[in-house]
């Protein structure tokens, strides 16, 4: 390990890992740890998935189907407000003509 890593240990589902990160990313890891651990549990406590594997992959995926339809979301709300900005682009283009026709 370099100078800036550590060894950091994680429980999911009563199992401990050991994972190496950099000194910085910490938090971030046990933030994620904890999260990934609380959504297998739910699944487990559900009862409906049998199978540490299993109740990690149903995990999994349902993180994965939350993360893209965050990003398709954000994609559209970028997408509109790019719209909007051409549209006031458009508005001030037409106006400012109008004002230099005008002036003349």
């Known amino acids: 390990m370099s100078s800036n890593q550590l060894a950091v240990t ?3 589902l009563d199992k401990e890992y050991r ?3 950099q000194s910085e990313e910490r938090e971030s890891l046990l933030q994620a740890a ?3 651990d ?3 549990r739910e699944i487990k406590q559900a009862g ?3 199978g ?3 109740i990690a992959v149903m995990a999994a995926l349902n ?3 939350d993360l ?3 990003k398709k979301s954000k994609d559209d709300s970028s997408q509109t407000i790019t719209r909007r900005i051409q549209r006031l682009q458009e508005k001030i283009e037409i106006a400012l003509n109008t004002t230099n026709q005008l002036e003349l």
């Open 68 to 70: 893209l339809s965050d």
């Open 34 to 36: 904890a999260f990934i």
């Open 19 to 21: 994972i190496s990160c």
């Open 52 to 54: 540490t594997e299993r």
């Open 63 to 65: 993180i994965a189907n």
């Open 48 to 50: 409906r998935v049998i």
């Open 38 to 40: 609380g959504q297998m």
């Open 10 to 12: 994680v429980n999911i």
